[in-house]
């Protein structure tokens, strides 16, 4: 399960400023409903919960995320405001040159809250997956987040996303909400980055660990580096982390590498995978995201992924992997690219 917004996203036809695009292509971007999507299509019941405008690009986020296997029943339509929608240049996001322009002030989305929002829908999932741009969307998003991620019996294992946004929040308390959602979640993943932006930690994943000692499971994002996930409460000054290194790729585009790394981290973990299987498929799906345009993404083939992850640690170092690395089933050592 999981609950956020999705918003029409417009894709340009050319590089260039937004100024002068003169089109662009239609797609669907949303970091939950990213995660849905790429785990129905590897097989897995997913829902999305979340709220569109009556509107027409309402109908298309609903079909589109629908046509991915993704349960759609408890999408509400809000008559009364529009979907969101954002443009963005080809530029990778992390460039000074990269441009968004977001249209969501006021959209359906942000009017979910504890009133608007079907709780037990929500609640009746085996995971259920947050990230912390919901709680950026308004006050009533925020409390919904709280309510979710409170202690109560029977609640799903819930995953949360840091996925800190400064521009979304109106005041400086980002940090601390997303630091309050984070401590309360099972499992949570963070990026080193926006751990010392929204907390001011530095100092790796072993600092990061001492910061968020309370989840489960705690999966700390290191770039191009890799990722290292923290099994077990943290008790002492340093926790036992587990490193898997990052594929090597082609990439296309960088956009929705994050949520694809976190539905292949929760595919796995819904497999009861062990700990460096559930980081391998996490760059597995990030891999399949970083070598596609736009947003979203399929990911591997189930026999295809579970071969790759299976690797020795030479013969995964030795990966390379370019676009279109997912549309065939090909052995291991088809799957490098000069």
Known sequence: ??????????????????????????????????????????????????????????????????????????????????????????????????????????????????TTVDLAAVRAARVLHLSGITAALSDDCRELLHELTAPAPGRPTVSFDVNHRPGLWRDREGGRVLLELARRADIVFVGEDEAEEAWGVTGGPDAIRRELPEPGVLVVKQGEKGATAFEGRCTGERGTGTFEPALRTAVVATTGAGDAFAAGFLSATLRGLPVRGRLRHGHLFAAAALTAPGDLAAPPARDHADRLAALDDDAWGRLRLGPGWTQADRAPEEANIP
């Open 1 to 114: 399960m999981t609950l956020g917004e999705t918003m029409v996203t417009f894709l340009p036809s050319r590089p260039g400023r937004l100024a002068d695009v003169p089109s662009f292509d239609r797609a669907i971007g949303g970091a939950e409903s990213n995660v849905a999507c790429a785990l129905a299509a590897f097989g897995h019941t997913a829902r999305w919960v979340g709220r569109v405008g009556a509107d027409g690009f309402g109908d298309h986020l609903v079909e589109r995320i629908a046509g991915y296997g993704v349960d759609v029943t408890a999408v509400h339509r809000d008559p009364d405001r529009p979907t969101g929608v954002y443009f963005r240049t080809a530029g990778d996001r992390g460039t000074g040159a990269h441009e968004v322009a977001y249209y969501r002030a006021g959209s359906a989305a942000s009017a979910m809250s504890l």
